[in-house]
């Protein structure tokens, strides 16, 4: 799976956008960008994923540049309760079942100040 | 909503004891996975399941043991717990083949041996 790099932290005002970069600039054709973030003392939740078009669901959208090398995850109104850490995760999609192994790197700590 | 139930938040243990996670998902997901949590080691795969009964090693199998006896039900067995398996502990389950679907994770456990 192709290695990704992100800000370590990063801060948002309440009720502003929050857009958190990522890059990943080693990634394979068949390689999806999937983002996943953690709130202290929960487990990990899927936030959204994607191959080369944009995204958007309830949660967030996704970004991803023509080349495919960065991406971004933007929360459009950030509260309170985004206060986690978001994990940028590129993996291949493959037909067998081996190497399931989701990997998270160091993430960037979202901190949403009021 | 996706939903995924780990038997216990917080578990507290001796040396030697056999331990016993469960974890539970209603969505009717082929995979389910075990994974710890450790600061500075990241996510770390122990066993998956892509079936019932079925079992595949992960990273780091040893002194762990896991059964799947029905489709919803993954539970990790902790043969003999040791000192070195304090950590937080993460189900998670995902539907399919391949790595595209994400994996939906529970709130975890979190195991001290003393």
């Known amino acids: 799976d192709a290695k990704t790099t992100q800000p370590p932290s990063m801060d948002c005002a309440e009720g502003r956008a929050a857009n958190l970069p990522c890059n990943h600039s080693?990634?394979?054709?068949?390689?999806?960008v999937y983002w996943y973030r953690q709130i202290h003392s929960q487990g990990p939740q899927y936030i959204i994923h994607?191959?080369?078009n944009n995204e958007t669901n309830e949660m967030a959208s996704l970004i991803i540049t023509e080349d495919r090398k960065s991406s971004t995850l933007i929360l459009p109104h950030a509260t309170l309760r985004d206060t986690a850490v978001y994990y940028c995760i590129v993996r291949a999609a493959t037909l067998n079942n081996a190497g399931n192994m989701l990997t998270f790197g160091g993430g960037t700590r979202l901190m949403v100040k009021p | 909503d996706v939903k995924v139930t780990q038997s216990s938040r917080y578990l507290v243990k001796r040396t030697g004891e056999k331990v016993f996670l469960e974890c539970v998902q209603d969505m009717d997901h082929e995979n389910m996975f075990w994974y710890r949590q450790d600061p500075g080691l990241g996510l770390r795969l122990i066993y998956f399941?892509?079936?019932?009964?079925?079992?595949e090693k992960g990273d780091i199998p040893e002194g762990y043991s896991v059964s799947r006896e029905k489709k919803e039900r993954f539970s990790l067995i902790l043969e003999s717990a040791s000192t070195n398996q304090t950590s937080m502990y993460l189900c998670a389950s995902s539907t399919g083949q391949g790595q595209v679907q994400p994996q939906h994770f529970g709130d975890g456990t979190r195991l001290s041996i003393l």
């Open positions: 399941s892509y079936d019932v009964k079925m079992k």
């Open positions: 994607g191959l080369k």
């Open positions: 080693t990634i394979s054709g068949n390689e999806y």
